[in-house]
């Protein structure tokens, strides 16, 4: 029993380390902003992920669940934030091409 | 008790936004005031307000676990300090009143998303009041609503993201090894547990996000950028006191009460600090840009914050410690003399500014103090923590580092006095000569500012226990 | 076991589908896929209470947050698009390779360790603990609600006065 629930633990890492290999890959390449947040989105599910299975794992799901509640609440208020700031540099630059970003480098 | 410092701002704002406009907006200035000078008494002296406060007796729904050690006191105290030089800087360049007022709304939120993370004894707590902290910054850097600021925002956004997954990453992995998340049961576990790979791997993650926070080499990328294109008072904000704590305390904290100084630790945070002292002051002496230069300053001192983590003596973290206040005190220093350079003249290029000092005279000796302080020149303050630090680095063996941390500091020098030179002495151009010296409120914080530095460098003797004892923090 | 394995799979091709499709409006709703496949496999590892939070929050408020911002921030032309098309192809495709390389080799990699795990908790509830033993973390919850939501109708204040 110990070693098929820690057998699932390892499977359900090694998927979480593939689904983050995605999320960075959609940030880094990308020439969108909002596609670049969907990456920040998939990377912040893969953790997820982790946690809710490294809670039932050990058997502490109450509270895994609470950091999960909490981690939700707090990556909801970040998307929006982020939005905000990506609608503000739409209405100053008028596109959401991120290679039109980079005037800062110097 | 200490749950007054985070309650006290975040009641603050809601009061603020109460429907009372006329009145809430003349007295925004003088609550942060006040709320700022409790945090600076708090920490300077706790056991004479504990009398004073009856707050305890608020019942057990207030009870929640924040306590304080030296640690947090010292970083309590900075943040109180650097808030107030911000506080004041803003207040100084804010044309409209509305605008000043949302400033200091966003301020107090950031303030208590700060107190928080330095009093938490829990370390997914220690990541839901850094997220606070975040939120609050991203806002603040946009606050000039230019695309500049929006750009450097975003930036700092992504990568502040993709360090907040690492941390949870590690917490996760943490999860696994002990059932707990607070810090004595972390620690106990990792001490009695046989999962050493998975201690290691949750480690090297955490590491990384912390780097990354930090700004320190190799995941430095954001912050000049950042730092030259948020708006004058919020560098003095990110540059003062931001990064140090969502990166180099939780560093600090994390390294020394959970993991514990190990071997590979110690090698790994002597490379990353050695590595950005040398690398950053090379980068820094080819800037044009006033911020950027600055900038690159910041990421060298904190490299030698973090050469002084990784001795792993006593000496060694009590010397990283002092030079943390120090950075906090010098570099909120130049950045507010940068903003009042940029707010007379309207430029940061320094090819076009020569010959101030004969206009600003004021900028122009508070600036020397705090350059001569960061290259670390006697008497003053950054003198005897880099002393501590090479010190530290030479009595555990390390004198490969020791004599690197020497050279870099000539170099810190090089950098600054030639600034100093091209900026402030020299001959006053001709466009300049409109130039007058800044106001009343800009040059409050500069003066005092300037003057802890000073103070703290020649009491060197009286003020070196409160480090010491900080070191048992960790 | 073998259905946790296939429904990570398709958690993993919701998300590769949702990062390839050429379309933002299809990226956005494959995100609401993949929260939804998330929130199965919630369900299925004994964590209700999260799994709600999950679809309600994340495969619901998101999605409407980035349809709605990418229904604000004009779309391209259909040529634009084809065209778009054709740059992203030209960049995307390494991901499945890199994908599939690692899938082999990870399948390759059969540790099968035997980690000794923690004591298990005394409090089941989650109310309970998320209430009572963990009241810093709702109180941080408030404050960052607080924060953002004060913070976007700054940003959005100041540029409407302009």
Redesign the interface.
């Given at each position: 029993m110990s070693a098929e629930i820690t057998h699932l633990f390892v499977v359900s890492g090694l998927f979480a380390a593939v689904l983050s290999v995605i999320g960075i890959y959609c940030v880094l390449m990308t020439f969108n902003l909002i596609r670049a947040l969907i990456g920040l989105e998939i990377l912040i599910k893969a953790v997820t992920l982790l946690i809710i299975v490294a809670g039932h794992v050990t058997g502490h799901e109450a509270l895994a669940q609470s950091l999960v509640i909490t981690l939700i609440v707090i990556e909801a208020v970040m998307i929006t934030v982020a939005v905000g700031i990506v609608l503000g540099i739409h209405s100053h630059t008028g596109s959401l091409d991120a290679r039109n970003i980079r005037n800062l480098k110097g | 008790m200490y749950s007054c410092l985070v309650l006290a701002p975040f009641l603050g704002v809601i009061i603020l936004n109460l429907p009372f406009r006329a009145i809430m907006r003349k007295a925004a200035f003088w609550l942060c005031l006040l709320i700022l000078s409790a945090q600076i008494c708090l920490a300077l002296f706790p056991a004479a307000l504990s009398r004073l406060c009856g707050i305890n007796a608020l019942g057990s729904f207030l009870q929640f676990d924040f306590t304080a050690d030296s640690l947090t006191r010292l970083l309590l105290l900075c943040i109180g300090i650097v808030l107030f030089a911000v506080l004041f800087v803003q207040r100084y360049i804010a044309k409209e009143e509305a605008r000043f007022f949302n400033f200091v709304s966003m301020l107090l939120l950031t303030l208590a998303g700060m107190n928080g993370a330095v009093m938490v004894r829990d370390i997914f707590s220690l990541y839901v009041f850094l997220e606070i902290t975040a939120v609050g910054s991203f806002i603040l850097i946009a606050f000039n609503d230019d695309a500049d600021s929006f750009e450097g925002s975003f930036k700092y956004m992504v990568l502040s993201m993709v360090a907040t997954v690492l941390m949870l990453a590690s917490i996760a992995l943490l999860l696994v090894v002990s059932g707990d998340t607070s810090f004595s049961a972390l620690r106990s576990a990792i001490q009695s547990s046989p999962n050493k790979v998975l201690i290691d791997i949750a480690l090297a993650i955490f590491l990384c996000a912390c780097f990354i926070k930090a700004g320190l080499m190799p995941f430095h990328g954001w912050l000049p950028d950042v730092y030259s294109s948020a708006p004058a008072s919020v560098s003095v904000l990110l540059a003062g006191i931001v990064t140090k704590t969502v990166g180099v305390y939780t560093l600090m904290r994390i390294v020394g009460s959970v993991f514990g100084f190990g071997g590979p630790i110690k090698n790994i945070l002597l490379v990353v600090g050695a590595l950005s002292v040398v690398l950053a002051a090379f980068a820094a002496l080819g800037q044009n840009n006033f911020k950027r230069m600055l900038a690159y300053s910041s990421i060298s001192q904190v490299g030698y914050i973090i050469l002084g983590l990784g001795c792993g003596t006593a000496l060694g973290a009590a010397g990283a410690m002092f030079h943390l206040f120090n950075h906090a005190m010098f570099k909120s220093l130049l950045f507010v003399n940068s903003a009042a350079v940029e707010h007379e003249t309207g430029t940061r290029d320094m090819g076009k500014l020569s010959g101030l000092a004969q206009r600003m005279p004021l900028t122009g000796v508070t600036s020397i103090l705090a350059s001569l302080s960061a290259a670390g020149v006697p008497p003053l303050a950054g003198f005897w923590s880099k002393l501590l630090i090479i010190i530290a680095l030479w009595m555990a063996g390390l004198h490969s580092y020791a004599v690197i941390a020497v050279l870099a500091s000539i170099l810190t020098l090089a950098y600054l006095l030639t600034m100093q030179r091209s900026v402030f002495f020299g001959e006053l151009k001709g466009d300049l000569a409109r130039v007058k010296e800044s106001g009343f409120c800009m040059a409050l914080p500069a003066v005092i500012l300037a003057a802890i530095t000073v103070g703290v460098g020649i009491a060197f003797p009286f003020v070196i226990n409160i480090f010491i004892s900080s070191v048992s923090g960790v | 076991?073998q259905i946790?394995?296939a429904i990570?799979?398709a958690?993993?091709s919701a998300?590769?589908w949702?990062?390839m499709t050429r379309s933002?409006l299809r990226?956005?709703i494959g995100?609401a896929f993949?929260?939804v496949i998330?929130t199965i496999?919630?369900f299925r590892?004994?964590?209700p209470?999260?799994a709600v939070?999950?679809l309600s929050?994340?495969a619901g408020?998101?999605s409407v947050?980035?349809v709605s911002?990418?229904s604000?921030?004009h779309p391209l032309t259909a040529r634009e698009v084809l065209q778009h098309m054709r740059e992203r192809l030209a960049?995307?495709w390494?991901?499945p390779v890199?994908?599939i390389a690692?899938?082999i080799i990870?399948c390759l990699v059969t540790?099968?360790?035997?980690?000794?795990?923690?004591?298990?908790?005394p409090?089941?509830?989650?109310r309970?603990?998320?209430w009572d033993?963990?009241?810093?973390?709702?109180?941080?919850?408030?404050?960052?609600?607080?924060?953002?939501?004060?913070?976007?109708v700054?940003?959005?204040?100041?540029?409407v006065k302009?």
């Open positions: - | - | 076991m946790d394995i990570l799979l958690l993993v998300a590769l949702s990062v933002l990226s956005a995100l993949t929260s998330l496999i919630m590892m004994g964590s209470l999260a939070f999950e929050v994340c408020l998101i947050l980035f911002t990418i604000l921030t960049r995307f390494l991901l890199i994908l690692v899938g990870l540790i099968k360790p035997v980690i000794p795990l923690p004591p298990p908790e409090i089941k509830d989650v309970v603990m998320l033993i963990r009241k810093t973390d709702l109180l941080g919850q408030v404050i960052v609600l607080l924060t953002g939501v004060f913070g976007v700054i940003l959005f204040k100041e540029r302009k």
